[in-house]
Structures are given as structure tokens and as C-alpha cells.
């Protein structure tokens, strides 16, 4: 059965730090996502992406973060220098058209 | 506007009894509520879902309960078993509607504890 991809499964930096979390969607999806979770919090919307742009994104979403689909099969979240306020899961999902929408088991990222 | 609201926090029942976790929304324009289940560690898993047009749903032990006048809805575990244990978030996201988003607001969780 198909399935949402991520890696690391774990990331760790330093404050000020870039990192870049990825996700492999599923093959024949359109729709693509990143939600966070902070521990023991629901899990919130951030961005999502069709048609290679940006679609809607929240507020959270600002300029400290960018989206991209490098090629066919990736989809990526990039923040630009870490806060410790970023600490979260991340999750990556995705939908062909309609709601059904699947996620991947998550990128924890530790900012100390 | 947006937000979905879900009680309880945590729920603890026994083997075989009914699990009821409820969720009410505010925007009208939502047209599809799924419930997620959740292991620690792990990825939202999509559980069931249910759209506006019909009042309940039902996959094996698990039903949802649509209350379309009352903006609610509800999730029924029945005869729970140790292995539903496990957080449940309901969501409500509307229609693409040229937006191209399908995103998905959560309720902030349910702990759910089967005791044997």
C-alpha cells in the first residue's frame, strides 16, 4: 500500500540553524501538505501545495519558511534559521483530489 | 471561525465498553469531517470520515454521528479494545472550490486508555 514518506525521522540543531525536512508524497497525489505538532498539542496547518505553488498557507507560515518540489517525487520544507519555538513534529501529507488525506510518520526537530 | 472543538481530553474505558469522543465545528462552509487515530511516535492515521449529506457512518467498530443543525460530531468505539488505545483527533476541511487546498482543521485531541 502506498505511503507518505519522510526523513530524518529525527532532526537536531542548534538555534539560528537551517534545516531542511523532506517527504516523498504519494506517486499519484496533487495536493501536498506540512502540519506541526507540538508535543502534546493538535496538530496545526502550515502550508499547503498545489500546481507547483503555494496554495494557502497559515500564519505560522512566515517568511522564516519556504516550500519547494525539487523534482517528481520530493517535497520539501525548509527553515531558514531555527527558533527553539520550532521545536515540533512535522508532518508531511498528501491527496489526489477530494479530502483523503495521508500523512507520514514525522520529522521530530529539536532546536537547542 | 475556524475552529473544531473536542471533548473530552481524555477518556478511560473498560474492554468492551462504548468509547464516545465528541467534536462541534463553527464554519458552515466544512464538508468533510474525518477522525484520525494516533500512536505515540507516529503519523495522523485517517480512521473514518463523513460528509454533511448523511447522518452516520459506519467501518467495523467504528461509527460517526453527523449532527448537521447542531455543527457536531461524534465518534463511537464500540466493544473498545487495549489496542484502540490511542489519541483521536477529529478535523473538518472544506472543498478545494479553485482554493487547492484541502486543509485540514484538528480538534486538539482525545486520550483514549482501554483498560483490560
Known amino acids: 500500500e502506498p505511503e507518505v514518506t519522510q526523513t530524518p525521522s529525527h532532526q537536531v540543531t542548534q538555534m539560528g540553524q537551517e534545516v531542511i525536512l523532506r517527504c516523498v508524497p504519494i506517486?499519484?497525489?496533487?495536493?501536498f501538505y506540512w502540519y506541526r505538532q507540538i508535543l502534546g498539542q493538535k496538530v496545526e496547518f502550515l502550508v499547503s501545495f498545489y500546481n507547483n505553488e503555494i496554495s494557502e498557507k497559515s500564519e505560522i507560515f512566515d517568511d522564516q519558511f519556504s516550500v519547494e518540489r525539487p523534482d517528481g517525487s520530493n517535497f520539501t520544507l525548509k527553515i531558514r534559521s531555527t527558533k527553539l519555538e520550532d521545536s515540533a513534529m512535522y508532518f508531511c501529507?498528501?491527496?489526489?483530489?477530494?479530502?483523503?488525506?495521508?500523512f507520514g510518520p514525522g520529522t521530530r526537530l529539536t532546536v537547542t | 471561525q475556524q475552529q473544531v472543538k473536542q471533548s473530552p481530553q481524555s477518556l478511560i474505558v473498560q474492554k468492551g465498553g462504548i468509547s464516545i469522543i465528541n467534536c462541534a465545528y463553527e464554519n458552515t462552509a466544512f464538508d468533510y469531517f474525518p477522525w484520525y487515530q494516533q500512536f505515540p511516535g507516529k503519523g495522523p492515521a485517517l480512521l473514518i470520515a463523513?460528509?454533511?449529506?448523511?447522518s452516520e457512518k459506519k467501518e467495523g467498530r467504528f461509527t460517526i454521528s453527523f449532527n448537521k443543525s447542531a455543527k457536531q460530531f461524534s465518534l463511537h468505539i464500540m466493544d473498545s479494545q487495549p489496542g484502540d488505545s490511542a489519541t483521536y483527533f477529529c478535523?473538518?476541511?472544506?472543498?478545494?472550490?479553485?482554493?487547492?487546498?484541502?486543509?485540514?482543521?484538528f480538534g486538539k485531541g482525545t486520550k483514549l486508555s482501554v483498560i483490560p
Open positions: 506517486s499519484n497525489h496533487l495536493y
Open positions: 463523513i460528509r454533511p449529506d448523511v
Open positions: 501529507a498528501s491527496n489526489r483530489v477530494g479530502n483523503e488525506q495521508y
Open positions: 478535523a473538518a476541511s472544506k472543498g478545494d472550490s479553485g482554493a487547492g487546498s484541502y486543509q485540514l482543521t
